[in-house]
């Protein structure tokens, strides 16, 4: 906060004279103020569209190309139809899943896994799996799908 000093007519005193009086004007000087706000404002404008919470996924382009050859057999998650979910070929426990990932990470060079969802499961659960498997130490996710789908250009 900023204030000027005014200065006052000279009062009359008796005894001796002290000279001019100055009393403190308060005003508000909000330029400084207004500054921060706008830049502020312009800062959160630019850093909002970047804190969105989500987890990293790898999603198959148009045009697919073989994968690469790994050293290691590729770990795979599926959940059927019904909603159970099979770590490659054993069925797991939801509550499990996290403490299973996370040993089998320890033991991995390779943080890509393979999620197979049916395609009637709803998205909740194939989005609470893609948490669980990221928690477990699993950030390289692909989603596996089948070939000879809907053509999304029209045609």
């Given at each position: 906060?900023?204030?000027?000093?005014?200065?006052?007519?000279?009062?009359?005193?008796?005894?001796?004279?002290?000279?001019?009086?100055?009393?403190?004007?308060?005003?508000?000087?909000?330029?400084?103020?207004?500054?921060?706000?706008?830049?502020?404002?312009?800062?959160?404008?630019?850093?909002?569209?970047?804190?969105?919470?989500?987890?990293?996924?790898?999603?198959?382009?148009?045009?697919?190309?073989?994968?690469?050859?790994?050293?290691?057999?590729?770990?795979?998650?599926?959940?059927?139809?019904?909603?159970?979910?099979?770590?490659?070929?054993?069925?797991?426990?939801?509550?499990?899943?996290?403490?299973?990932?996370?040993?089998?990470?320890?033991?991995?060079?390779?943080?890509?896994?393979?999620?197979?969802?049916?395609?009637?499961?709803?998205?909740?659960?194939?989005a609470q799996v893609?948490?669980?498997?990221?928690?477990?130490?699993?950030?390289?996710?692909?989603?596996?799908?089948?070939?000879?789908?809907?053509?999304?250009?029209?045609?």
């Amino acid at each position: 906060m900023a204030g000027t000093v005014q200065q006052s007519k000279p009062r009359a005193r008796r005894g001796r004279r002290r000279g001019r009086h100055r009393a403190m004007m308060s005003e508000i000087n909000i330029t400084p103020m207004v500054d921060v706000m706008l830049v502020l404002l312009i800062i959160f404008m630019v850093a909002a569209p970047l804190m969105t919470v989500g987890v990293p996924v790898e999603l198959p382009k148009t045009a697919a190309t073989p994968l690469p050859s790994v050293e290691e057999e590729p770990l795979t998650i599926s959940i059927t139809a019904e909603g159970t979910i099979a770590l490659m070929k054993t069925e797991i426990a939801p509550d499990e899943l996290i403490s299973k990932l996370r040993a089998i990470a320890a033991e991995r060079t390779d943080d890509k896994i393979f999620l197979r969802a049916d395609g009637r499961v709803p998205y909740e659960v194939v989005a609470q799996v893609m948490g669980a498997l990221n928690s477990g130490g699993f950030h390289n996710i692909g989603l596996v799908t089948d070939t000879g789908g809907p053509n999304m250009d029209g045609q």
